[in-house]
C-alpha cells in the first residue's frame, strides 16, 4: 500500500519545490505616446465669407435722339470696346436738320456783316452830321441783334451736329455687351428706350458683408496696431469659386461701408480683382478669405491633439516625470492639419500628439519622440482636401510675400 501512494506524494513535493523557486513576473510597462513640442511658425489668420463678383460698372444703353433704329452693330454677348458703334439710328431727318441750320447760319453771317457795315458807315456819316444821332443809334443796335442772331445760329448748328452725332450709339465703356432691346425697324425713344446693357469685366469686384464681431475685431486690431484697417491699407483676398479647391484670385480691399446695417447688423465691404481673361462674370458666387490678423508666432499642434472635456478645449502634456497632465486651450485657426494653439500650452511643453487615447491625466506613460511637420501646402494656401472650414484658417507668413 506505501508503495502505491509514495509516487504520488514524491510527484507532489516536486511540484512544490519547482514553485518555490520561480521568479515574480516583472510590473506592466506604463502605455507608450508619442510626444513633441509645439510647432512655431509666423503666421497669419484669414477669416472667410461668401460673397457674389459684381461689375465696377453697369450701364443701360439708351439712345439720345428718337428715331427709327436701322441697323446693329454687335452680336449678342460680345466683348465691345469703349466708342464701338453698336446701333445706328436713321439720320436722315438729323442731316436734313444740320443742313438747314448750317443755312440759317449763313444768312445770319450774312445779315451780320451788313449791319456791321452798315453801322461802319453811319458813324462816318454822324462825324459829318448827315444823319442824326438816332439814326446811328438804330444801325448799332440792328449790327449787334445780327451779330447776336449769328451767335445763335452757330448754336443751332452746333445741335444739330450733336443729334446727327447722337443718331450712332456707341459703347461708353470696355466690357461685355448684352442682347439687344429692340429690333431695327423699330420707333426709339431719347433717353427712354433701353437699347441694351454692358458691364466692364476687368478688374471686377467681389461684394460680401461682414458682422459685428468681425468688424469689432478689426478695430481693435488697427487700435493696437497690429493690423491696419482696410480703409487705410488695402488688405489682401484670396478667393475660390465653387467648384474650386483651392483660393486662386487674389484681390484687395477697396471699399468698407460707413455704417452697419441696421436690420441685419453687418456691413458691406468690397475687394476689386483683376480678371484679363474675362473669366469671372458679375453674378457668381465664391467663398473669400481676408486677412484677419497681422504677422504672430504661433504655437501649432495636430488637430487631433486637441481633444474636447465636455464643453472645454484640452491637450495632453508629459512633465519631467513622465506622468500625463491636462491643459485647457484656447484653439486658433487651422492650416493644413496643424491647430493654432493661442493660450494654454508653452513652447517647450511636451505634447501628447500620438496615443491620445492612452493618455491619462495622473497617469505614468511611455514617451516616445515625435516630430510635427505640416503637409505641403497647395498653390492657395489652404489643405488639398479642402472643405469650406466654420471659422477662419492660417497660412504662414511666408506665403504673403
Known amino acids: ?71 446693329i452693330g454687335f452680336k449678342d454677348g460680345d466683348i465691345v470696346k469703349k466708342g464701338q458703334v453698336l446701333f445706328i439710328i436713321d439720320p436722315r431727318p438729323y442731316q436734313a436738320a ?52 449769328l451767335v445763335a445760329a452757330q448754336a443751332a448748328v452746333r445741335t444739330a451736329a450733336l443729334n446727327l452725332e447722337f443718331t450712332r450709339v456707341v459703347a461708353p465703356l470696355d466690357g461685355r455687351v448684352s442682347d439687344r432691346r429692340v429690333a431695327p425697324g423699330n420707333l426709339v425713344t431719347a433717353d427712354t428706350t433701353v437699347l441694351t446693357n454692358i458691364v466692364n469685366l476687368n478688374p471686377i469686384r467681389f461684394a460680401f458683408t461682414g458682422s459685428e464681431s468681425l468688424y469689432l475685431k478689426y478695430q481693435r486690431e488697427n487700435a493696437a496696431g497690429t493690423r491696419v484697417s482696410s480703409r487705410v491699407n488695402p488688405t489682401p483676398v484670396q478667393i475660390r469659386l465653387q467648384d474650386e479647391p483651392t483660393y486662386r484670385w487674389n484681390g484687395k480691399i477697396d471699399f468698407v461701408d460707413n455704417a452697419l446695417d441696421t436690420s441685419s447688423g453687418a456691413i458691406r465691404g468690397r475687394a476689386v480683382v483683376d480678371n484679363p481673361n474675362y473669366f469671372l462674370t458679375p453674378g457668381m458666387f465664391g467663398h473669400m478669405r481676408l486677412m484677419g490678423s497681422g504677422v504672430y508666432r504661433g504655437l501649432l499642434v495636430p488637430d487631433q491633439a486637441v481633444a474636447t472635456d465636455q464643453s472645454r478645449q484640452v491637450v495632453y502634456v508629459v512633465g519631467p516625470d513622465n506622468k500625463v497632465a491636462q491643459r485647457v486651450v484656447q484653439p486658433g485657426p487651422l492650416y493644413n492639419g496643424l491647430r493654432v494653439i493661442r493660450s494654454g500650452v508653452s513652447a517647450s511643453d511636451r505634447v501628447v500628439i500620438g496615443g491620445i487615447q492612452r493618455a491619462r491625466p495622473g497617469q505614468a506613460v511611455t514617451p516616445r519622440q515625435g516630430r510635427i511637420v505640416t503637409a505641403a501646402p497647395d498653390a492657395g494656401g489652404a489643405d488639398s482636401d479642402y472643405v469650406p472650414p466654420p471659422a477662419s484658417t492660417a497660412t504662414p507668413a511666408e506665403a504673403m510675400r
Open 98 to 149: 444740320l443742313d438747314q441750320a448750317k443755312g440759317q447760319e449763313a444768312h445770319a453771317a450774312a445779315a451780320a456783316q451788313n449791319a456791321k457795315t452798315e453801322a461802319a458807315r453811319g458813324q462816318t456819316l454822324l462825324a459829318a452830321k448827315a444823319i442824326s444821332a438816332q439814326a446811328y443809334d438804330a444801325l448799332v443796335a440792328t449790327d449787334r441783334q445780327a451779330s447776336a442772331d
Open 1 to 71: 500500500m506505501f508503495k502505491y501512494l509514495a509516487a504520488p506524494a514524491l510527484l507532489m513535493m516536486t511540484l512544490l519545490a519547482a514553485g518555490c523557486g520561480k521568479k515574480a513576473e516583472p510590473a506592466a510597462r506604463p502605455p507608450e505616446v508619442v510626444v513633441s513640442t509645439p510647432l512655431q511658425m509666423n503666421v497669419v489668420d484669414w477669416d472667410d465669407y461668401v460673397g457674389q463678383f459684381v461689375a465696377v460698372d453697369s450701364v443701360d444703353v439708351r439712345p439720345r435722339v428718337s428715331g427709327y433704329l436701322q441697323s
